[in-house]
């Protein structure tokens, strides 16, 4: 399987005509060095362990990781990432070593009051079969928690009945619905991309139909390192030119992180506009005046 449209298709696979790849294979001596670093930042609390994915590992390199940072006092939490269950759930199923070594690691956090779970990404209810049910299961029986972020994919995923049926089954496997993600802006895929109102209209939708704490939170994850905003609390929006301004106080106060929807759902006239330099300057300025206009 291959993702074309990862926020991470910058290191996935081979170089493409869009993109030359970034190689990023399992390294245990840059591990090492990731290692130290954490052991030196008492405020890193969370780790994620991700950039890769957690399904390559060899049950012993798994065990390590999960192991090492167990062993950090500042460590409180941490997540393995694998798209995995999404694509093989039958490596739950017979790679024993493998879920033996999480669910080590799994148990020796819980005898540390620390929480290690698993996140991993289903975007359509049609990935979750019977043998992913016979694989949930069994993490669930284990004591292991699964959480879910999905993509908000154009034609895959936008629809509120596949939203809302893709909601229930993670539920029905005990899978928590934790993110939906607008679409990054990732290189190649804007037939793929979503607008923000599409996001906030299935979220209008999919809220009420399940318990509270089953429904995911819709985000918007905008260029420059804001971290993930609710897509409902933009400081503005315009819907004509698909520009929403964020702002993110606890993590880079004083800033303001623009997203932009995919010019394909604006009209003709403003994907004109868009094509010139200076009015997508204009409308950047507009957008981002009014925003700061927003006085508390
Ligand atoms: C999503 C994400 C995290 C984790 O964010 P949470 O909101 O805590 O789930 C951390 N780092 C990066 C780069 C991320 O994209």
């Given at each position: ?5 990862c ?21 245990e ?10 052991r030196?930042r ?32 500042n460590?409180?939490?941490m ?8 694509v ?10 493998w ?27 049609n ?10 299961n069994?993490?669930f ?15 895959v ?10 909601v229930?089954?993670?539920g ?9 993600y ?5 290189k ?5 991309r ?10 209008k ?20 390192g ?22 993110a ?16 759902q ?13 009015e997508?300057?204009?409308?950047v300025?507009?957008?981002l ?8």
């Open positions: 399987m291959y993702c074309r449209f926020t991470r298709s910058y290191a996935v696979g081979i170089d493409t005509e869009e993109v030359e790849k970034v190689n990023l294979k399992a390294n001596e840059r591990w090492k060095q990731a290692y130290a670093y954490i030196t008492p405020e890193l609390e969370d780790i994620v362990i991700s950039g890769g994915d957690a399904y390559q590992l060899r049950a012993q390199q798994l065990e390590d990781i999960g192991m090492s940072l167990l062993d950090m006092p460590v409180r939490r997540r393995f990432a694998t798209k995995g269950p999404a093989m759930p039958q490596k739950i199923l017979t790679d024993d070593a879920v033996d070594a999480l669910t080590r690691v799994v148990e020796k956090g819980r005898k540390l009051h620390k929480e290690v779970v698993l996140h991993t990404h289903f975007n359509h209810p990935e979750i079969t019977g043998i992913t049910e016979d694989a949930m069994k993490l029986e284990r004591g292991i928690f699964v959480r879910n972020q999905s993509v908000l994919q154009r034609g995923n936008d629809a509120p009945e596949t939203m809302l049926l893709l229930k089954r993670l029905h496997v005990n899978v928590h619905p934790y993110y939906v607008v679409h990054d802006l990732v190649g895929v804007e037939d793929l979503t607008s923000v109102d599409t996001a906030i209209y299935l979220e939708h999919v809220r009420g139909s399940t318990a509270g704490f089953n429904t995911p939170v819709f985000v918007v994850d905008a260029p420059g804001g971290g993930k905003r609710d897509a409902h609390s933009y400081e503005y929006y315009d819907r004509e030119t698909g520009i929403s301004v964020y702002q106080p606890s993590v880079k106060p004083g800033e303001y992180f623009l997203y932009f929807d995919p010019l394909h604006l009209s003709t006239h403003t994907q004109r506009r868009w094509q010139d330099p200076a997508q300057q204009v409308m300025d507009d957008a005046s009014k925003a700061k206009a927003r006085l508390r």
